[in-house]
């Protein structure tokens, strides 16, 4: 079965696309087949997995909704690209910018970037889909198409009054139009150990949104070799193969797999449980 998880956080510069490379390229260590899905018009994530000139890709995703949404047929791996260190990916770019405004206008606007991933996905185990930075229409067309979401916060900044709105519209699209969406959890990024502020907004998240926002035990530190590995096109597995963030970033990755494992079992137990 395909796990599609969108990474997502309204908020700009909280490591979404930086989780997005490590994760997937992790999964993808791992044995999994991944595919990344750059669903941002600044296309950071194509441009972060080398290919750095998105907007003169001839095929990206903008192609394909354009596609989904006129009913025009495509190849199954039209426009997707692959990546060195394992993933796929199926590029995003300024194009995006044009589609998200059309899709106000389109029957089943929510639902067109799940019907392109359904087309896609069982090439692979994982999707990981990166957001752009707002709750607009390529944003809630990710949740529509997730299983799960996980949110990306930035440990020095108290993330009050976004996450609220952010985990009111996932609420809104798990009642309205994917009822089998599930947050993973919040996974603290750029945590600068010589201050308390990680353990400061685990403590207010939970304190504001109780035992039912997970937030990851693993967390992301600060670290500039993590912040140099878009320019070079690599994940930081091969940057920096023996720093913190590459000790991290594959805790995580194994942190994300557990979970996919727990709710498997939790399901088994329910319907044994049933018969
Ligand atoms: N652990 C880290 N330590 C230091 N810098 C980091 C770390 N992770 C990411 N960065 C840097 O912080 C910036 C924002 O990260 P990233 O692009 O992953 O965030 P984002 O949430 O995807 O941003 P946007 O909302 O613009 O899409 C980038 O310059 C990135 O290189
Ligand atoms: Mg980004």
Do not use: W
């Amino acid at each position: 079965m395909t796990k599609v998880i969108a990474l997502a956080n309204q908020k700009g510069g909280v490591g979404k696309t930086t989780t997005a490379v490590n994760l997937g390229i992790g999964l993808a260590g791992d044995g999994k087949k991944v595919l990344l899905v750059d669903a941002d018009a600044q296309g950071n994530l194509t441009d972060s997995l080398g290919f750095h000139e998105p907007d003169n890709l001839s095929v990206s995703l903008a192609t394909l909704l354009t596609k989904t949404m006129l009913e025009e047929s495509y190849e199954a791996r039209e426009g997707i690209l692959h990546h060195h260190e394992g993933v796929d990916l199926m590029p995003g770019n300024i194009e995006l910018s044009a589609v998200e405004v059309s899709l106000v206008n389109t029957m089943s606007r929510e639902t067109i970037l799940r019907s392109y991933i359904d087309s896609v996905k069982a090439d692979y185990d994982y999707v990981l889909i990166d957001c752009m930075p707002s709750l607009g229409m390529l944003t809630i067309n990710a949740l529509a198409a997730a299983d799960s979401v996980i949110i990306p916060v930035q440990a020095h900044y108290l993330p009050a009054k976004g996450m609220t709105q952010l985990l009111q519209t996932i609420a809104r699209v798990r009642r309205q139009i994917n009822p089998k969406l599930v947050l993973d959890g919040v996974l603290l990024t750029m945590v600068d150990s010589r201050t308390k502020f990680a353990k400061d907004i685990s403590f207010i998240l939970r304190r504001d949104y109780g035992d039912k926002l997970r937030v990851f035990n693993t967390e992301i530190p600060l670290s500039v070799r993590a912040a140099e590995t878009s320019a070079k096109g690599k994940s930081i597995y091969v940057h920096d193969p023996d720093g913190k963030a590459a000790e991290a970033y594959a805790a995580f990755t194994k942190e994300v797999q557990s979970i996919g494992r727990e709710r498997r079992h939790a399901r088994q137990h329910q319907a044994d449980h049933s018969r």
